[in-house]
């Protein structure tokens, strides 16, 4: 597959446009990947993903796909020769969406609500959320990966991918609060995965170092309040 075949419209940031690099790297194919400014979208951004105008999007002989983990099942389904991402079991593969989808919709929100909560009320109520979730993964971790080293088993799956992602943005959030969110007592799973994870070969390249992203969470939180980001 020539590289300019493939090409993938993203930002170092954030952690939905890992999500097709990690993907992309299990099944060694080459893309370009055209990173987007940020405050601004590039005119292929918009004419690709004119619904939502937001990265990722991947570009794969001129048709583009749009939403992450959808461009990663595409991925997983187009280039089969590399390791799978998905389970081959159909039941394997609806629990792996549902905690995809569980991570998405519900647990990420709130570690993000964080960063713009008002008060202490709504910052604890957010906190016990993001704990409550983690507590879950933690059980969940336990019972797919059937004391293998990840959600997916040997090799790292769709759950993986998708919670992985997150971990510089919870790590950002524990040097931030000060706050130990991944913790060898309560969740000694995966504390361990989260390490496997980071080290693995498809995603050490691609994972943000966490001071990069202090500094980078705190030019937001600058841009979003108007004033000078903190030193
Ligand atoms: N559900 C989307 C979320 C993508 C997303 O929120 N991307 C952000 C970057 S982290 C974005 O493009 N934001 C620009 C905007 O909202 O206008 C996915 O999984 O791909």
């Avoid at 170092?12 to 990173?35: C, D, H, Q």
């Avoid at 088993?153 to 524990?174: R, S």
């Amino acid at each position: 597959m020539a590289k300019n075949d493939v090409k993938l419209l993203g930002a170092w940031p954030s952690p939905f446009v890992m999500r097709p690099r990690i993907a992309l790297n299990i099944k060694s194919v080459n893309y370009e990947f055209l990173e987007e400014t940020l405050g601004s979208k590039s005119q292929l951004l918009l004419q690709s993903n004119p619904v939502h105008k937001k990265i990722p999007v991947l570009i794969h002989a001129d048709k583009p796909i749009s939403e992450s983990l959808i461009i990663v099942e595409y991925i997983d389904e187009v280039w089969t020769s590399g390791p799978s991402i998905l389970a081959s079991d159909p039941y394997d593969r609806a629990t792996e969406r549902f905690w995809a989808a569980y991570v998405d919709e519900k647990w990420f929100p709130a570690l993000k609500g964080l960063r713009s909560a008002q008060g202490d009320e709504e910052r604890k109520a957010l906190m016990g959320q993001v704990i409550e979730g983690i507590a879950q993964l933690e059980e969940a971790f336990g019972k797919c990966s059937k004391g293998k080293a990840f959600f997916g088993g040997e090799q790292i799956g769709l759950i993986d991918i998708a919670f992985g992602c997150y971990l510089g943005w919870l790590k950002v959030t524990e040097k931030l609060s000060g706050l130990k969110l991944l913790d060898e007592a309560k969740t000694p799973g995966l504390v361990k995965w989260a390490e496997r994870f980071c080290a693995n070969g498809a995603v050490k390249g691609v994972m943000p170092e966490t001071e990069k992203l202090v500094e980078f969470s705190k030019f937001l939180q600058a841009k979003m309040s108007g004033a000078p980001p903190k030193k």
